[in-house]
């Protein structure tokens, strides 16, 4: 009798309907997508019932290591068998196999150290993604290079993608068009209710929280099952509970506890009722089976890398419609159940479908190292491909790593590097330090150990190498079940690594993991530091740490802006040259300074964006303070005197009639310095020696002999009078315009133009007191039409000027007839 029929006949789920088209399917296309509701059974039955049909092992991925492990346990009960007989389970620091293994639950990134190593997956009929809606970096790093081997190497290959709330065409589409199958209906009804109205901004998230658990609670029957994004609110709302919800049993839930603890809040209860307050770690693969009530408070807390500082963030944001479907199934698993919102129903309109995938948002420094390892991403199908400003900023830190050659090649370092199960900048820093460094590592790999110390990191390996003493000397509280965590890791890295260098301090091996974190302090009172990558970051205020002049940034809050040091070590001067002394390089700077406003030349000695030493550079090159003038100009404005504006308007006026004449716009001009006015910046080095510069002389040298002629000839500085007077000619309106008096105009009978379209000029006629008169671009019509009424005016204001009656016969004068004896 197959293996999947004496389990389900002794309790069928809603997957086992499902499971002969599942088969078909799988026989005829090799690969499936599953969409199956939360409870229905998918995580352990799917595995079973290919045991009969698949040749080899068969790998289920799970996202959790909590979840592996408890998916590995519920199929080995239901065979009826130890867990490492038929079904076992493999994660970091821990695998239960054996030769008689045919089911092998993995975590996501441990498919991907298997890939690597033996590219055929020889001995494995079939490859499980569960829960794939999470999508994890791994996840979707394993499902590309699973893909790439079906289609290369192993066509036989069997690919099963599943999810309660997958967005599963597009999945389908990438394993070309594979078959779609969906599994109706959940274990048991859930029943939803939620805030009658939005819960006010002035209310603590934890007292809400607490106070909806306990209503849930005092409501419901069974056991709660409460969602809250972190580990300090779960601490936080349980010291809220107490004495809230009778004999129930408060039990916390998250990732950074003990395997044990966490292995009690998902064991049914003897006796009584239990309250679990979890993070997004109980949302899916897991079924505890006392739960008959769901508590979501609507919040997740995800990190968020920003390529632009190297750093990565966790972030709090409200849970999508996916994770919240995701959570309510909980409460149907084994009972009908309830779920309680902490949100109106009015509020589930605005919540988003699904959570961003983490390629789209995560460090991607660990994804570009294994790709390089691979041989490239060239033909992988990811489904969201991943960003390349991250991806850029991942294969930079690699290349600083030596993880890459020149060319982007991975090197034998970073073939070592993608071999340890560690971060590239920890992998990098345990090959060069050896043994020496396998604490610092696992403690950088982890949470902090401490709660409310100063970000010395000192501290954590003081904590680490003595926690009875350092408990007993110091005032900070020390998280156990993380130190012992950490502890358990250091033991397996000192025996994966290699020798190293001897006697590295750990502010050392702290360099050389966080070559773009070590900070240079500021100038200033405050504990701001500029670090070696060019980004800023501040230590909080008060820190012990806050006089130190070098130090290394291991932790941050990510701010983008200036981020906020949450773990550092002191570094000397000395330990950072001989770490890094090659890199060390003085560099000659003269700049152009906006605060004092003149040029300032500098001789620095550099580590990245850190100036180590600063002095004077007494002989700075020509070119150097030319290119910095020419800066300080363009932060200051050209200086057009009037002469140069009537200059620029005259080429300006022959440009636009189809001149060749040079372009004088001013954002041209601005553009263009260095070549045009360079050669005149000699010895301005201030603000004012800038501003006092006369540009008339370069801007006549930007046109050569023969457009000099044109430009006197066609657009002329001055219009010569018929009594031989220069009149100047501005040509900053939209006409060129002369101001001359009336009376030296007479006889003058052809009207004046300038430039290839003979344009006029507007002549602005005045009195002999040198008020305008009138104006006109026609002057004979001004002689035939006008000049009758202005004569008549002018001969009542100005009897001693002569107003001839026809204007174009009388000769031109400035003079006046003598007074009258």
């Known amino acids: ?53 698949i040749t080899g092992r068969i790998l289920v991925l799970e996202p959790r290591r909590l979840a592996a492990r408890a998916a590995a346990e519920q199929m080995a009960r239901l065979l009826g068998e130890q867990v490492g007989a038929q079904v076992g389970y493999r994660i970091r620091g821990e695998a239960v196999v054996s030769k008689a293994t045919r089911i092998e639950v993995v975590t996501e990134g441990i498919l991907t150290r298997m890939l690597q190593s033996d590219p055929e997956l020889r001995g494995v009929g079939a490859v499980i993604f569960d829960e794939f809606h999470e999508r994890s970096l ?17 066509p036989d290959l069997v690919v099963v993608v599943m999810s309660a709330t997958l967005d599963a065409d597009p999945v389908a589409a990438l394993l070309d068009d594979a078959p779609i199958l969906t599994a109706e209906g959940r274990a048991y009804p859930v029943e939803t209710r939620w805030l009658a109205r939005p819960r006010p901004k002035t209310e603590r998230f934890e007292v809400a929280a607490a106070n909806l658990i306990a209503q849930a ?18 601490r936080r709302v349980a010291s809220a509970l107490e004495g809230r919800v009778g004999d129930a049993d408060i039990r916390p839930l998250y990732g950074a506890l003990p395997f044990a603890q966490q292995r009690a809040a998902i064991a049914p209860m003897a006796a009584g009722r239990k309250i679990v307050l979890a993070t997004a770690i109980a949302e899916t693969s897991l079924t505890i089976e006392d739960i008959r009530i769901v508590v979501d408070c ?46 109106a129903r009015s509020e589930e309109g605005a919540l988003a479908g699904f959570a961003p995938p983490e390629i789209a948002r995560a460090d991607l ?108 000397r110091a005032p900070f509280a020390l998280h156990r079940a993380t130190l012992e965590r950490v502890r358990e890791d250091m033991r397996r890295l ?10 590295l301090s750990p502010a050392e091996m702290a360099a050389l993991a966080y070559p773009d974190r070590i900070g240079l302090r500021r100038k200033g009172d405050a504990p701001r530091y500029v670090l070696s990558g060019g980004k800023g970051a501040v230590l909080p205020d008060g820190d012990g740490m806050a006089q130190m002049r070098l130090l290394v940034v291991t932790d941050t809050d990510g ?52 100036v180590l030493d600063d002095r004077i550079w007494r002989d700075p090159d020509p070119q150097a303070v030319m290119q910095a003038a020419c800066d300080g100009l363009r932060d200051l404005g050209l200086p057009v005197s009037d002469a140069a504006r009537r200059f620029i308007a005259r080429v300006d006026l022959l440009r636009g009639q189809g001149a060749e004449m040079p372009d004088l716009r001013e954002e041209a001009l601005l553009e263009g310095l260095e070549s045009w006015l360079g050669p005149y910046l000699a010895g301005c080095r201030t603000a004012e020696q800038l501003r006092a510069l006369d540009l008339l002389p370069a801007l006549r040298a930007m046109l050569d002999w023969g457009q000099m002629q044109v430009l006197d000839e066609m657009a002329p500085a001055q219009f010569t009078t018929p009594l031989g007077n220069k009149v100047a000619i501005d040509y900053s309106g939209d006409a060129p315009e002369i101001s001359v008096r009336l009376q030296e105009m007479f006889g003058l009978a052809r009207h004046p133009a300038i430039g290839p379209a003979r344009q006029p000029l507007r002549i602005v006629l005045l009195s002999p007191a040198r008020r305008p008169v009138q104006v006109t671009m026609d002057l004979p019509g001004f002689w035939a039409e006008s000049y009758g009424d202005v004569r008549k005016d002018m001969r009542g204001q100005y009897p001693r000027h002569p107003w001839p009656e026809n204007p174009l016969e009388a000769a031109p004068t400035l003079r006046a007839k003598p007074r009258k004896t």
């Open 138 to 154: 791994n996840a979707d790093l394993g499902l590309a290079l699973t893909w790439e081997i079906r289609e290369a190497l192993r």
């Open 1 to 53: 009798m197959p293996v999947l029929e004496r389990i389900s006949a002794a309790m069928r789920l809603p997957i086992d309907d499902i499971l002969p088209d599942l088969a078909t399917a799988l026989h005829r296309a090799g690969r499936a997508v599953l969409q199956a509701p939360p409870g229905a059974g998918k995580t352990t039955r799917v595995p079973l019932a290919l045991l009969d049909q």
């Open 298 to 343: 609507g919040l997740a807390r995800r990190a968020r890398f920003n390529p632009g500082t190297g750093m990565s963030r966790l972030v709090t944001e409200r849970v999508t419609r996916a994770e919240a479907e995701q959570r309510r199934g909980r409460a149907g698993r084994v009972a009908a159940g309830l779920c309680y919102r902490m949100w």
């Open 217 to 234: 609670a005092a409501e419901g029957e069974g056991s709660v099952l409460a969602f809250l994004p972190g580990e300090g609110e779960i």
């Open 559 to 610: 701010n983008p802006q200036e981020a906020r040091i949450r773990q550092a070590i002191a570094l000397s001067d000395a330990e950072l040259r001989g770490l890094y002394g090659e890199q060390i390089v003085w560099r000659n700077r003269c700049d152009w300074s906006k605060r004092h406003r003149r040029i300032e030349a500098r001789a620095q000695e550099c580590f990245g964006a850190l």
């Open 365 to 472: 420094s660990g994804l570009a190292l294994e790709l390089a390892v691979w041989g490239g991403a060239e033909g992988l199908r990811f489904l969201t491909p991943p960003p390349e400003g991250a991806m850029a900023e991942a294969r930079a830190l690699l290349s600083g790593l030596g993880a890459l050659d020149a060319r982007g090649s991975i090197t034998a370092h970073g073939r070592a590097m993608a071999a340890l199960p560690l971060h590239p900048r920890l992998a990098h820093m345990l090959l060069e330090a050896g043994k020496d460094g396998a604490g610092l590592a696992a403690l950088l790999s982890e949470r902090d150990i401490l709660q409310g110390a100063s970000v010395d990191l000192g501290l954590r390996l003081a904590a680490l190498r003595d926690p009875r003493g350092f408990a007993e």
């Open 494 to 503: 000192v025996r994966l690594a290699p020798k190293g260098q001897p006697g």
